[in-house]
């Protein structure tokens, strides 16, 4: 008895560690299970379209399911947070840390945006990514629009690029001072609205106003670049497609995920 008592207990401490199940998918391939903290993110597939995020950040699960995604932009890192419109209030996709850093200016005030170098990204190197992320919110692809603080950073610069005075450089001419972007008014009120733009830190005068563009201006010159730059982006949007959509916008929601940033 003791001889296998013995046995059994030397069975049981030189056992192996039990490893994750492994499935069988669909086509053949062997996946996995989701237990198994080491496992590839999957793609996203537009699994949270037109929901809202004040109800889904609530979900208890919401956060280990946003994980298990990777990035719908960037697609290769995995999914952190889920960004949505703070304009309309709808999802968009989970994404990276790095993305949804890339889409916020470095400086925001309450109405006020300095225009980084990191726009040339999103408004050029990388702009098919980036509208057909912004516009898995049905407000903006609705409407054919952008969230105000985007369409003023877009108005600054690539509307107004032109205006950008340039000063005497090394091997040329080196565009002059910092992009800056303010707006009066609301994305609510678009008869009123209007987007200033200026450039700070000029040697000839700083603050120096470049153009004021009413809101609703700004807007038909974003439609016409999109349809431009993006022709499936901007074939998917439309006026046909406000079904369902409050007919006044929603209101700004607060963003927990860091201060003064609530606009993005």
């Known amino acids: 008895m003791q001889a296998a008592r013995t046995r059994q207990a030397s069975t049981a401490v030189t056992e192996p560690p039990s490893r994750p199940r492994q499935t069988r998918a669909s086509d053949g391939r062997q996946t996995t299970s989701p237990e198994d903290p080491t496992a590839s993110p999957r793609p996203y597939g537009r699994e949270?379209?037109?929901q809202l995020y004040s109800v889904l950040s609530r979900k208890p699960s919401i956060s280990r399911r946003v994980a298990g995604w990777a990035c719908a932009v960037c697609r290769t890192a995995p999914a952190a947070v889920l960004d949505h419109c703070h304009e309309?209030?709808?999802v968009r996709a989970p994404v990276c840390q790095s993305c949804n850093t890339q889409e916020r200016p470095d400086h925001l005030y309450s109405k006020d945006i300095r225009v980084a170098n990191r726009y040339t990204r999103l408004f050029a190197?990388?702009?098919d990514d980036w509208l057909?992320?912004?516009?898995r919110c049905p407000g903006c692809r609705a409407r054919t629009t952008l969230p105000l603080p985007h369409l003023a950073a877009w108005t600054a610069h690539t509307a107004c690029r032109s205006?950008?005075?340039?000063h005497r450089a090394s091997g040329g001419r080196k565009p002059c001072g910092v992009l800056r972007v303010s707006w009066t008014g609301s994305q609510n009120a678009p008869r009123s609205c209007v987007l200033t733009v200026a450039v700070d830190f000029c040697p000839s005068g700083e603050h120096r106003v470049l153009a004021r563009v009413p809101y609703r201006e700004a807007a038909e010159r974003f439609?016409?670049?999109?349809a431009e730059t993006a022709p499936a982006v901007a074939a998917a949007a439309g006026p046909d497609r406000l079904d369902g959509l409050p007919a006044q916008?929603?209101?700004v929601i607060a963003d927990t995920s860091g201060e003064g940033l609530a606009l993005f």
């Open 132 to 135: 057909r992320h912004w516009h």
């Open 223 to 226: 439609r016409a670049w999109l």
């Open 125 to 127: 190197t990388n702009s």
């Open 163 to 166: 205006l950008r005075p340039t």
């Open 249 to 251: 916008l929603r209101p």
């Open 48 to 50: 949270l379209e037109g």
């Open 88 to 90: 309309h209030g709808y």
